[in-house]
């Protein structure tokens, strides 16, 4: 049997326990992504707004105590706050937390990986969107496919797996790459998952519903279900090959009533739902404000109390997402 935390678990009012919190360290990023960033880019927030790692290690601590046993840094890029692998070293040991992972875009993966891994971060999951480079460059604006692959390659070589690779889905750009990421990674042990692109108030861009990815795969390879959901993705086995294929569908297969996470933003706003931005909690204004422990629980369990049930976004991009997700954290 779990024991219970010490400060009693996370409950949000439709019964969901959360357990696993993705924090942004930081709203830079040396991508600009299509689906993530305006073409006009962000005013990124000044430094004196951003959490401090001191803060960031000081939530993390209290959210472990309230059965928080999952944390994901995201940005922006993570790594390209000064000191990163500092405060995965200042994390990896908080008591209570089993995974401390970390979404990059893999720019400098390879220089990055085996210090990572020796600071304690466990699991990484990489974004790349194509592999072609003509279309990663429109993708990523700015982005090398080469500098990804070769740290994708670095993970192989460490035997660091499995890891999982993120490939968003977009309609009339690469969405005919489906098979061939499979193929690609087919004998290495990680998991590719596909993502729906998600409508931030992007114009022109559509997403590739499941079904079209799923059928692009299995022209070249038999997919077979697998038991078990990790988290909102639905997973497939790879018949005869060693990846398996993520499904991550939050518009055509919507996942919300098994939401069990939260976001904290890299000034500190508590996000309980990457559709909107309601009522939001300054968790950095309530550390700066006093160091008792005891009213940063009680502001994440205010925050909490206005997480909703669900989006209520179709797959046509009707009731667009609030906010730039290099803002909030993948």
């Given at each position: 049997m779990v024991p219970s935390?010490?400060?009693?678990?996370?409950?949000?009012?439709f019964?969901?326990r959360?357990r696993?919190v993705?924090?942004?360290?930081?709203?830079r990023c040396?991508?600009?992504c299509?689906?993530?960033?305006?073409?006009a880019g962000?005013?990124?927030r000044?430094r004196?707004?951003?959490?401090t790692?001191d803060?960031i290690?000081?939530l993390?601590?209290?959210?472990?105590?309230?059965?928080?046993?999952?944390i994901?840094?995201t940005?922006?890029e993570?790594?390209?706050r000064?000191?990163?692998?500092k405060?995965v070293?200042?994390l990896?040991p908080?008591?209570?937390?089993?995974?401390l992972?970390?979404?990059?875009n893999?720019?400098?993966?390879a220089?990055?990986?085996r210090?990572?891994?020796d600071a304690?971060?466990?699991?990484?999951?990489?974004?790349?969107?194509?592999?072609?480079p003509d279309r990663?460059r429109?993708?990523?604006?700015?982005?090398?496919?080469?500098?990804?692959?070769?740290?994708?390659d670095?993970?192989?070589?460490?035997?660091?797996?499995?890891?999982?690779?993120n490939?968003?889905?977009v309609?009339?750009?690469?969405?005919?790459e489906?098979?061939?990421f499979?193929s690609r990674?087919a004998d290495?042990d990680?998991e590719v998952r596909?993502?729906?692109?998600?409508p931030?108030?992007?114009?022109?861009?559509r997403?590739?519903?499941?079904?079209?990815?799923?059928a692009?795969?299995?022209?070249?390879?038999r997919?077979?279900p697998?038991?078990?959901a990790?988290?909102p993705a639905?997973?497939?086995?790879?018949?005869?090959?060693?990846?398996r294929v993520?499904?991550i569908?939050?518009?055509?297969?919507?996942?919300?009533?098994?939401?069990?996470?939260?976001?904290?933003?890299?000034?500190?706003?508590?996000?309980t739902c990457?559709?909107?931005?309601?009522r939001?909690v300054?968790?950095?204004d309530?550390?700066?404000?006093?160091?008792d422990d005891?009213?940063?629980?009680?502001?994440?369990?205010?925050?909490?109390?206005?997480?909703?049930?669900?989006h209520?976004?179709d797959?046509?991009g009707?009731?667009?997402?609030e906010?730039?997700?290099?803002?909030?954290?993948g």
């Amino acid at each position: 049997m779990v024991p219970s935390p010490p400060r009693g678990p996370i409950v949000d009012p439709f019964g969901r326990r959360i357990r696993y919190v993705r924090v942004s360290v930081t709203d830079r990023c040396n991508f600009r992504c299509v689906y993530c960033m305006p073409a006009a880019g962000i005013d990124v927030r000044p430094r004196a707004e951003m959490l401090t790692y001191d803060e960031i290690v000081r939530l993390a601590g209290v959210l472990a105590e309230m059965g928080v046993d999952k944390i994901r840094l995201t940005g922006g890029e993570p790594t390209v706050r000064r000191d990163f692998v500092k405060l995965v070293e200042r994390l990896s040991p908080v008591p209570g937390l089993r995974t401390l992972t970390m979404t990059t875009n893999g720019w400098n993966l390879a220089e990055i990986a085996r210090p990572l891994r020796d600071a304690g971060m466990t699991r990484l999951n990489v974004s790349i969107d194509s592999l072609r480079p003509d279309r990663f460059r429109t993708l990523s604006r700015v982005g090398e496919l080469g500098a990804v692959l070769r740290g994708i390659d670095t993970l192989v070589d460490m035997g660091w797996t499995p890891f999982k690779l993120n490939v968003v889905m977009v309609q009339g750009v690469n969405d005919d790459e489906a098979g061939e990421f499979v193929s690609r990674f087919a004998d290495v042990d990680c998991e590719v998952r596909f993502i729906e692109w998600i409508p931030f108030g992007v114009e022109g861009w559509r997403l590739v519903p499941w079904r079209d990815v799923r059928a692009r795969i299995e022209e070249r390879h038999r997919l077979e279900p697998l038991d078990g959901a990790d988290g909102p993705a639905a997973r497939f086995a790879v018949v005869g090959r060693r990846a398996r294929v993520g499904r991550i569908a939050a518009l055509s297969h919507q996942f919300c009533s098994a939401c069990d996470r939260v976001r904290v933003t890299s000034d500190g706003s508590l996000k309980t739902c990457l559709a909107y931005e309601p009522r939001m909690v300054s968790l950095r204004d309530v550390m700066r404000a006093t160091h008792d422990d005891d009213a940063l629980e009680a502001a994440i369990r205010a925050g909490i109390a206005h997480k909703p049930l669900s989006h209520a976004c179709d797959e046509e991009g009707e009731g667009r997402f609030e906010g730039a997700m290099v803002r909030i954290g993948g």
